[in-house]
């Protein structure tokens, strides 16, 4: 491959870009950058060499950066970003994801905004904010926050989003009404008979793996898939550690390969089970896992990984890299299968995104 | 017009902007809004829901810590600075 492979990396004391060719083995690394400000969430688009990251400063408030010349220059914007003064106050932005023209921004507490001027002004999303159970939303552990947005790759009046302890939704009339996306999704967290409701789950990332219907879910009790774009989920956690765990990624070309990272439970640390650090694989959709830690530590490895820090780039073989919560940045150039450490000692990774640049 | 003292953190999210620079209004909800007319942008960042002035941002006029709605003068010089906070 002869781009560059690029990794945006979102940390709680600002953004990182590091940079290597197409083999992968020596990496550049520049930052902070975005001022050091918290950032939740990052994207880079390849060809236009754009970079968006969305966060919050506990002094200054909400914005989205933007970087055109790959992060050598930023301007922010949170013009917009606002429920209104009669609203809640929007503590940070959580998500970012663009299609075509459209930015889409997901925020504490748990709203889409959208901007057609790649992130100078924004608009609220009203339709999502309606929805008759948001009266009924209640945050978890990290806060009501709005942290996954797949729009449709060729169909724009469809979106989903995935908000924590509220479950997925989705919307097929560009983004005036909104419908929920969980059923068959498990709330372990809920009395016995009421642990599939229809909503209240505890989404922690949402992907689309086929460019069609195919998501993927890593949840607060399992890991799920759904073959009809969310009306129905089915649990592919069997063969896994733990069912908790926040990260997912899905190969850009093989629907049914995906990694995630367990972690030894929702209870128990929220760390690599038995302190062995490792990602597990599937090449079926989820049917059987594999375990892959060559490469990473065998002992005393008490990290955590968050639920936007795995990114996959679309290098041949593909690349998969995570961070954690301990500044660390692994990555594997053979598809998940061995890992090296790239990056440490960075604050701890909130987000990463991979790219292949041109 | 007052006289408006910026915080360095405040700066350098408005590249070329002075670390003190002028600006008219009878309180500080319109000093601040001519600031952001002659620094776009400005207003998000020291303002919030309400509207009121964001909770980790402190605004003294003549030495005393105000809100949107104390009065400014002319002769007024106005200190914006970062809470102590963060980690």
Not at chain 1, 52 to 64: C, D, E, I, N, Q
Not at chain 1, 125 to 137: A, F, M, Q, Y
Request: aromatic content about 8%; proline content about 7%; hydrophobic content about 35%.
């Amino acid at each position: 491959m002869g781009g560059s492979t690029v990794l945006v990396v979102g940390t709680r004391k600002g953004a990182f870009i590091l940079e290597s060719d197409g083999q992968r083995k020596k990496w550049s690394t520049r930052g902070p950058l975005c001022e050091g400000w918290p950032i939740h969430a990052m994207a880079i688009d390849p060809g236009s060499r754009t970079i968006l990251a969305g966060g919050g400063s506990g002094w200054y408030g909400p914005a989205v950066w933007r970087s055109d010349d790959l992060g050598e220059t930023w301007t922010h914007s949170s013009a917009g970003l606002t429920y209104g003064d009669d609203g809640p106050k929007i503590e940070t932005v959580w998500a970012i994801a663009r299609r075509n023209g459209t930015v889409y921004a997901g925020v504490e507490p748990a709203g889409l905004f959208r901007s057609d001027d790649c992130g100078a002004n924004w608009s609220h999303v009203e339709g999502l904010t309606n929805h008759p159970t948001r009266k009924d939303w209640q945050p978890g552990g990290g806060g009501l926050c709005l942290h996954s947005i797949v729009p449709h790759p060729t169909d724009d009046n469809r979106v989903w989003v995935g908000i924590s302890s509220v479950g997925s939704f989705e919307t097929r009339d560009g983004r005036k009404t909104w419908e929920t996306r969980n059923r068959g999704v498990r709330a372990d967290f809920m009395p016995p008979d009421q642990q599939f409701p229809e909503f209240g789950q505890c989404v922690h990332k949402l992907l689309l793996a086929d460019g069609r219907e195919r998501l993927y879910q890593q949840n607060h009790s399992g890991v799920f898939r759904s073959a009809d774009g969310g009306r129905q989920w089915e649990d592919i956690t069997p063969g896994l550690p733990s069912t908790f765990g926040f990260p997912m990624g899905v190969h850009p070309t093989r629907p049914d390969t995906v990694w995630t990272i367990p972690l030894n439970g929702a209870d128990r640390g929220r760390f690599m089970p038995d302190a062995k650090s490792a990602v597990w694989r599937s090449d079926d959709a989820g049917k059987t896992w594999e375990r892959c830690s060559e490469g990473l530590p065998q002992s005393n490895a008490y990290q955590t990984v968050l639920r936007d820090a795995m990114g996959v780039e679309a290098n041949d073989p593909v690349g998969v890299y995570f961070g954690t919560t301990g500044g660390e940045l692994y990555g594997s150039s053979d598809e998940g299968r061995t890992w090296r450490e790239i990056a440490a000692h960075l604050p701890p990774v909130w987000s990463v995104e991979a790219a292949v640049v041109g | 017009m007052a006289v408006v003292v910026l915080p360095r953190s405040l700066l350098v999210l408005f590249p070329g902007t002075p670390r003190r620079l002028e600006a008219s209004g009878a309180t500080v909800r319109e000093l601040i809004a001519d600031l952001d007319k002659q620094v776009p942008g400005m207003w998000d960042r020291l303002c919030e829901t309400g509207p009121a002035i964001r909770t980790h941002v402190n605004v003294f006029v003549a030495g005393e810590r105000a809100s949107l709605e104390t009065p400014v003068t002319g002769d007024s010089t106005v200190h914006v600075i970062p809470a102590v906070s963060g980690g």
